[in-house]
Every structure is written in C-alpha cells, then in structure tokens.
C-alpha cells in the first residue's frame, strides 16, 4: 500500500503562483512514476503533469506547458508541482497519483486525497 498526501493549494490571482506536494509513503522502497491530474466541477478528471520512475522524464498536457513544472525528491518520496502564470481555467481539484509507469497513473489504484486551487480573475 501507498498513501498520498498532498498539499500547497489555496486561493490565488491570476497570473500568480503556487507550489503543490505530494508526500508518498507506505511501499516506496520501489520508485514509482508520480504525477498529477486535476478535475473541475461539471468535467472530467484530466491529466496535467507526470515524472518518470528512474531517468526523470517530464510529461504535461498541453494546456499547462511552459507554465507548470514537476519535479521530484527521491529521498522524501515527494514530488512537487510548481504553477506559474496561474489561470482561472486551472482552478480545480488536483490530485496525486503513483504507478509504474506515467501512462498507468490515469488508472492508478493509489491516489491522494486532493487539494483545492481556485484562481481569481
């Protein structure tokens, strides 16, 4: 078993700034891709950035490019995702997820409980 626990969301204006983590624990002794989804009310959950198990690729959806990064500590079993240029369309529920792979995190079985950012106009 693996638990998620996020945090760093929050109220912000748009163009503005946040920081989000995701503190894994449990069975992290085997390194696990992570990533983030969000989901808004009324849509879909979406996928927004990923980070690979071992050689730390970065994957992101297209509506976040240039402006979120991931990244991760592997002694803290923490990964982060720091939003720049925030956007009320980024307001959301994001989530945490784990898996072998980032492709398998959309069906991931371990996932966080979540974190509200809500962005201004």
């Known amino acids: 078993q693996v638990q998620l626990v996020e945090s760093g969301g929050g109220l912000v204006q748009a163009g503005g700034s946040l920081r989000l983590s995701c503190a894994a624990s449990?069975?992290?002794?085997?390194?696990?891709?992570m990533g983030w989804f969000r989901q808004a009310p009324g849509k879909e959950r979406e996928f927004v950035a990923g980070?690979?198990?071992?050689?730390?690729?970065?994957f992101y959806a297209d509506s976040v490019k240039g402006r979120f990064t991931i990244s991760r500590d592997n002694a803290k079993n923490t990964v982060y995702l720091q939003m720049n240029s925030l956007k009320p369309e980024d307001t959301a529920v994001y989530v945490c997820?784990?898996?072998?792979?980032?492709?398998?995190?959309?069906?991931?079985?371990?996932w966080g409980q979540g974190t509200q950012v809500t962005v201004s106009s």
């Open positions: 997820a784990v898996g072998f792979t980032v492709a398998a995190l959309q069906t991931s079985d371990y």
């Open positions: 449990g069975r992290t002794s085997i390194r696990l891709a």
């Open positions: 980070i690979s198990r071992n050689d730390g690729r970065t």
